[in-house]
C-alpha cells in the first residue's frame, strides 16, 4: 500500500485514476475507561484499514491501494476530561473538501475506517459521503455506520458470524470501552490495554430514558426502524447524562483475543460487500443509527 504524504507529483499523476481506491482511517481521541488509551478508535481503525488493503488487493490485484494520514477527528466523543471532540458540521466539511480534492485529480473511491458510534460522528461522515456522491460521482464509505447497526440491533446473521452474544458485541450493553472494544485492542495494541483490565469493575447501563422511549413507542407505530433507533437514544443519553455515569460501559474483563479477532473479521466481511458494490459502480448509501433524525448533527456539542 503506497503512503500519500510519500509520493511526489509525477508519482501522483501516473496513478489510474479509475484503479486507484484510498483508505483512510478517521476517529476522535476519546477516553476510554481506565484501560485502554484514548487513541483507541483510530487505533482499531488503523487495524481495519490493514485488513481492508489486504483484502483488496487480494480481490482486485490491479489496482492500486493508497494510504491517507490518519484523522484523529470526531463528533460525540465521550463529555468526560480527556476527550476531544469537535462539531459534526466540522468533520463534515473536513471530510467533504477532503474527498471533494481527490475527486477534482480525478480519483474515485476514498474507503474509511473508523470506530466511533457516536450518533452525530456517523450521521456526519454519511452526509459528507452522500455530499461528494452527489456532486462528483465520488464513492466515499464509512462501514461502520452500517456494522454499528447490526450491532446495536443484533442482527442475527452479525451475531452468528462473531459468535458474540448481545451484551458483548458493542450494542448499547457494551457500547463503550467494554467486552468488544478491549478484545479489539488486545488485537490491535496489546501492549497499550492496561495489565489489569480485567479487574476493571463492570459497567452496566441504567434504566433507558423514559421520555425518549415514551418517543420511540409511539414513533415505530409508524416506523419501526425509527423505533428502534429511539430505542438506542434512549439508552445512550440515559449513560451519558447518569450522575454515576463511569466512561466505559460493559464488562472489560470478559475480553479475549478471540472474539476480537472475530469481530474484525465479520466487520471486514460487511466492508468487502459493500467496497465491491462501489467498484461494480454501484451508488452505496447507508443509514447508520438515528439517521432520520440527521438534523442532530446541526447541534452544539
Not at 461522515?125 to 452527489?134: D, N, P
Request: hydrophobic share 40%; glycine share 8%; proline share 7%.
Amino acid at each position: 500500500m503506497l503512503e500519500y504524504v510519500q509520493l511526489n507529483l509525477r508519482e501522483v499523476e501516473k496513478l489510474d485514476r479509475d484503479k486507484t481506491i484510498f483508505l483512510m482511517a478517521v476517529s476522535p481521541v476519546e477516553v476510554h475507561g481506565p484501560h485502554l488509551p484514548l487513541g483507541t478508535d483510530v487505533f482499531v481503525a488503523e487495524e481495519l484499514q490493514r485488513r481492508y488493503g489486504e483484502a483488496l488487493h487480494r480481490e482486485y490485484p490491479d489496482y492500486t491501494l493508497v494510504k491517507l494520514p490518519p484523522l484523529f477527528l470526531g463528533s460525540d466523543a465521550l463529555p468526560v476530561k480527556g476527550s476531544l471532540s469537535i462539531p459534526a458540521p466540522l468533520l463534515r466539511g473536513v471530510l467533504i473538501s477532503l474527498a471533494g480534492g481527490l475527486a477534482k485529480q480525478g480519483f474515485r473511491y476514498l474507503f474509511l475506517s473508523d470506530n466511533h458510534g457516536g450518533p452525530r460522528h456517523q450521521q456526519a461522515t454519511e452526509s459528507a459521503a452522500r455530499k461528494v456522491w452527489k456532486n462528483y460521482g465520488f464513492q466515499m464509505i464509512n462501514p461502520f455506520g452500517l456494522v454499528f447497526r447490526l450491532m446495536v440491533q443484533h442482527e442475527e446473521k452479525f451475531l452468528e458470524e462473531t459468535g458474540l452474544a448481545p451484551g458483548f458485541c458493542g450494542d448499547d450493553a457494551d457500547s463503550h470501552a467494554g467486552c468488544n472494544e478491549t478484545s479489539l485492542m488486545l488485537v490491535t495494541r496489546p501492549e497499550c490495554v492496561s495489565e489489569d483490565y480485567r479487574d476493571v469493575s463492570p459497567s452496566l447501563p441504567p434504566g433507558p430514558n423514559r421520555l425518549v422511549m415514551a418517543l420511540s413507542r409511539l414513533l415505530s407505530v409508524f416506523s419501526p426502524k425509527l423505533g428502534k433507533d429511539l430505542n438506542h437514544l434512549a439508552n445512550l443519553l440515559a449513560w451519558v447524562n447518569d450522575a454515576q455515569m463511569l466512561p466505559y460501559m460493559g464488562i472489560p474483563g470478559e475480553a479475549s483475543k478471540e472474539a476480537g479477532e472475530a469481530m474484525l473479521q465479520a466487520r471486514l466481511n460487511v466492508a468487502m460487500r459493500l467496497f465491491r458494490s462501489a467498484l461494480k459502480g454501484e451508488k452505496v448509501h447507508i443509514s447508520p443509527m438515528l439517521w432520520a433524525l440527521r438534523f442532530l448533527q446541526h447541534l452544539p456539542e
